[in-house]
């Protein structure tokens, strides 16, 4: 990337150039997202419409934090819950590739209906390089389907537009830290969601299991961190395994969850390190999660660098 002051004022100058009426933004309040978001602002103003769907698969709390954000940053917000509609779609679904094409079509279809409303012509994305290298084409292989790449469908409506497509996540942030925005260092978060950390199918009970587990091991991981017990990994979170195991409740033999626990350290999202979180912290989540979800008997943690792995395990 150039001088980054130089990379925004093209960007700002393309996106002008380029939409002629009004234009909507998928934003999901994350780096990218809102990265593009605040880029198409400053290009065409209140003609961009940011749309944030909850699609079911947001971790504890987001939805009414992610509106917050957004409407505090003057963005233009249309909010749509999409929950049930998700839900519906993805019943019985339990490839990987096939949940990231169902999120991903079902998105557009979302994106394309809230466009009817305003008489949008373009939709923007906060597609960055490792999306579509990850997705594959031409010589790449694939090696998973981004919803917002692989899950497109062949025929759109509308114009796509991707001001940062060929930059990668460090690049993303420096962006997002010349702009002043707040979210510059959040961690990344899949755009299917908790979808594709729900091993097997993804229903709405399964979701709740996972969204706590989750919850629980950012909030201990943060205050480890605050306290100086282990250095803030790039990306952490929990995963929730169609497998299930025999544990104890009490005296009684209980048949139940597995969670993984998750988290790297990278630098562009190309390549990442498991890291090394302190056994005290591992223990900590372990008893948190299977005391407050008494579905889950059995919590781990993954060691796998990428590659051999990669970061979300779907």
């Known amino acids: 990337m150039k001088d980054v002051a130089e990379f925004v004022e093209e960007c700002i100058q393309k996106l002008k150039n380029e939409i002629e009426g ?8 994350g780096v990218d997202s809102t990265t593009s978001a605040v880029l198409g602002n400053r290009a065409i ?22 509106q917050a954000l957004l409407r505090n ?46 008489k949008a012509d373009t939709l923007i994305q906060g597609t960055i390089a490792p999306d579509w290298i990850e997705s594959g084409g031409q010589l790449r292989d694939v090696i998973k389907s981004h919803h917002n790449v692989g899950g497109l469908p062949e025929e759109m409506k509308m114009k796509l ?40 199918e993804a229903t709405r009970e399964r979701t709740a299991i996972l969204r706590e587990a989750c919850a629980i091991v950012e909030e201990e991981i ?14 952490y979170f929990a995963v929730l395994l169609p497998v299930k195991s025999v544990g104890v409740r009490g005296d009684v033999r209980a048949y139940g969850e597995t969670v993984v626990v998750r988290a790297v350290q990278s ?5 990442a390190s498991a890291s090394p979180l302190p056994y005290s912290l591992l223990e900590r989540i372990g008893i948190r999660i ?10 781990v943690y993954d060691v796998t660098h990428k590659p051999p792995g990669t970061i979300e395990w779907e």
Not at 22 to 29: N, V
Not at 86 to 112: C, H, S, W
Not at 290 to 299: A, D, G, I, Q
């Open 73 to 118: 940053m003057g963005l233009n917000l249309r909010f749509v819950d999409a929950s049930a509609e998700f839900y519906k779609a993805l019943k019985g679904v339990t490839d990987p590739e096939r949940k990231r094409k169902v999120i991903g079509n079902l998105f557009i279809k979302m994106f394309e209906r809230e466009a009817e409303k305003v």
């Open 22 to 29: 009004t234009a909507i933004i998928a934003c999901s309040g």
């Open 290 to 299: 299977t005391n407050s979800t008494p579905e889950v008997v059995r919590v």
């Open 267 to 271: 630098i562009d999202a190309m390549t």
């Open 161 to 200: 537009s991707e001001p940062l497509r060929d930059l990668y996540k460090d690049e993303v942030r420096k962006v997002a830290r010349h702009l002043g925005l707040e979210i510059a260092e959040k961690q990344p978060f899949p755009g299917p969601g908790l979808a594709v950390r729900v091993l097997g």
């Open 222 to 235: 943060e205050a480890a961190a605050s306290r100086g017990e282990c250095e803030l990994p790039w990306q």
């Open 45 to 66: 103003g209140e003609r961009l419409v940011t749309v944030f769907v909850d699609t079911g698969y947001l971790r504890k709390g987001e939805p009414e934090h992610v």
